[in-house]
Nanobody, 117 residues
């Protein structure tokens, strides 16, 4: 098992930036897949970005070119750098870990990101 704690959310104006952090309770060196989902009010949870061992990344089309995911194994932390934020990025952002890339994910408690126009 792994516990995940997100931080870095908040309120920002459109065009601004935030960096989310996801700290894991144990080493992430062997956790195959980590990343971020988000859920806006009245909408389904959607994948924002993921990163697997070796550094291969994937992004939702809506955030490509604006968001960047990275992982720092030495700190057991995954980051999501969010630039050029838009009001439609407003959501609760959840970190996940999928150690075996099996689809069985562990989740953090979520952090609120609000972007004002």
């Amino acid at each position: 098992q792994v516990q995940l704690v997100e931080s870095g959310g908040g309120l920002v104006q459109a065009g601004g930036s935030l960096r989310l952090s996801c700290a894991a309770s144990r080493s992430i060196f062997r956790i195959n897949d980590m990343g971020w989902f988000r859920q806006a009010p009245g909408k389904q949870r959607e994948l924002v970005a993921g990163i697997i061992i070796g550094g291969i990344t994937q992004y939702a089309d809506s955030v490509k070119g604006r968001f960047a995911i990275s992982r720092e194994n030495a700190k057991n932390t995954v980051y999501l750098q969010m630039n050029s934020l838009k009001p439609e990025d407003t959501a609760v952002y959840y970190c996940y870990a999928d150690p075996g890339r099996s689809g069985r994910r562990y989740w953090g408690q979520g952090t609120q990101v609000s972007v004002s126009s």
